[in-house]
């Protein structure tokens, strides 16, 4: 079955530190994976896509498809990075399976 | 960037009544878009597709007569949530793709709907 899993409902970090957020996908074939940001108030906006292997508000994401993760590392969190995450997945046809999200709070 | 336009952003209505929720793409045309509901605190939940042209793909324990789409144009899609109850309230969001190119979901900000 096609899937995404975030395991953590909430991250807390302090400003400074790093963040690591969690996601595993499953899929028999080969994954275009996704992460959206959700800031307060505002609409679920694309952070990055593994297939750009960018860096985005140093932000990144390195497909493991041995561990069929995906997860999404910052080394040094700043207060503004609070906000919610969606992990996705797109199997081809469009239709992105969402994970659950995981809410990151930047502590000061 | 490419925007998509969700209108209205709040809307409540009286039980039995019908809403209309528009999304539209301005700066690109979309064959393809979705719609979207959020339950509070909880993942978006894909409710349909909604095809240019054609009838709209509904998932499973979506009812189509209750959620109507209409795709008319390539920039315009519309949910209307028919007979609305107060089980309906909820976060609608849409979302759509370029035409012919990246495939990447571009997110309207939503529409709150309360149904009292």
């Known amino acids: 079955a096609q899937r995404v899993t975030q395991p953590e409902k909430l991250l807390s970090v302090f400003k400074g530190a790093p963040v690591e957020l969690k996601c595993n996908y499953s899929y028999s074939g080969s994954p275009e994976l996704f992460w959206y940001v959700q800031y307060s108030r505002q609409r679920l906006q694309l952070l990055l896509r593994h297939i750009s292997r960018e860096s985005i508000k140093g932000f990144t994401a390195d497909l493991n498809k041995g561990e069929t993760s995906f997860h999404l590392k910052k080394p040094f969190a700043q207060e503004e990075d609070s906000a919610m995450y969606y992990c996705a997945l797109n199997p081809g046809t469009y239709k992105y399976i969402f994970g659950t999200g995981t809410r990151l709070k930047v502590l000061a | 960037g490419a925007v998509v336009s969700q209108h209205p952003s709040r809307v409540i209505c009286k039980s039995g009544t019908s809403v209309k929720i528009e999304c539209r793409s301005l700066d690109f045309q979309a064959t393809t878009m979705f719609w979207y509901r959020q339950f509070p605190k909880q993942s978006l939940m894909l409710m349909a597709t909604?095809?240019?042209?054609?009838?709209?793909?509904?998932e499973q324990g979506v009812e189509k007569d209750k959620f109507l789409i209409n795709h008319a144009s390539l920039t315009l899609s519309t949910l209307t949530v028919t007979s609305a109850h107060p089980e309906d309230s909820s976060f609608y969001i849409c979302?759509?793709?370029?035409?012919?190119?990246?495939?990447?979901?571009?997110f309207g900000a939503g529409t709150r709907l309360s149904v009292l």
């Open positions: 909604s095809n240019e042209g054609s009838k709209a793909t509904y």
């Open positions: 979302s759509a793709i370029p035409s012919g190119g990246q495939d990447i979901q571009y």
